[in-house]
Structure formats: structure tokens, C-alpha cells
Nanobody, 125 residues
Framework: QVQLQESGPGLVKPSQILSLTCTVS??????????WSWVRQSPGKALEWIGRIMWSGNTYTSTSPSLESRVSISWDTSKNQFTLQLNSVTPEDSAVYYC???????????????WGQGSQVTVSA
């Protein structure tokens, strides 16, 4: 069974870099056809997709105004980990951050199927 677990600081200062790592067990991050994504949720708001790295190493990131140009997804395949970096954070970036595995259906839609437990990140001075 696939398991994902987020790790990283729970408190980040404004203007600094939010960095979270997702450790995957039960499946290699380089195995076709899986994608590996980051999603976040602030209280009272919907889930917001941040970005992904797919099995081939290609990355895709959100074009949302709240995230555009600030997101970087990378990985360390030797450790079966992938990492989120969010630059220039503000208090509006405070949220629960989840890593997830995704797959694409035969009709082209992409869905998550496994999730980490979530990691609360607070941006505050």
C-alpha cells in the first residue's frame, strides 16, 4: 500500500521560503504512470492545487495568481521523496499542505488516490 508523509517546518517567516518534503513508501516516484502533487487548504476555503512532478520528472505548477511564479517542485529519487518550495511567503500562504499521488483516467481527467496526513504551516513573524 502506498503511504505518503509530509515533513518540514510548521512555522515560516514572511518573505522566506516554505519547504516541505513528501516521503513516499510502497511505490517508486519514478514508476509510470503516477504523478506526485502538492495541495493546500486554508480554513473555510476549497482545496487548492499547487503543482506536481510526474513519474518522468516533468513538473507542472499552478498558474493561480496566488501561486504563479513562486512554486518549485523537485525530487530526490534515491530517497523516494519529492519537495515543495514556495518562495516569498506571506500570511495568506498559511494552510494545511498535503502531498498526494495522482493518476490520469482513460478519459483524461487527473485525480488523487493517496494522500498524506497533511502538514500545518503557519506564516508569521
Amino acid at each position: 500500500q502506498v503511504q505518503l508523509q509530509e515533513s518540514g517546518p510548521g512555522l515560516v517567516k514572511p518573505s522566506q521560503i516554505l519547504s516541505l518534503t513528501c516521503t513516499v513508501s510502497g511505490e517508486s516516484v519514478t514508476t509510470d504512470p503516477w504523478y506526485w502533487s502538492w495541495v493546500r487548504q486554508s480554513p473555510g476555503k476549497a482545496l487548492e492545487w499547487i503543482g506536481r512532478i510526474m513519474w518522468s520528472g516533468n513538473t507542472y505548477t499552478s498558474t493561480s495568481p496566488s501561486l504563479e511564479s513562486r512554486v518549485s517542485i523537485s525530487w530526490d529519487t534515491s530517497k523516494n521523496q519529492f519537495t515543495l518550495q514556495l518562495n516569498s511567503v506571506t500570511p495568506e500562504d498559511s494552510a494545511v499542505y498535503y502531498c498526494a499521488r495522482e493518476f490520469q483516467t482513460d478519459y483524461g481527467l487527473i485525480y488523487p488516490d493517496y494522500w498524506g496526513q497533511g502538514s500545518q504551516v503557519t506564516v508569521s513573524a
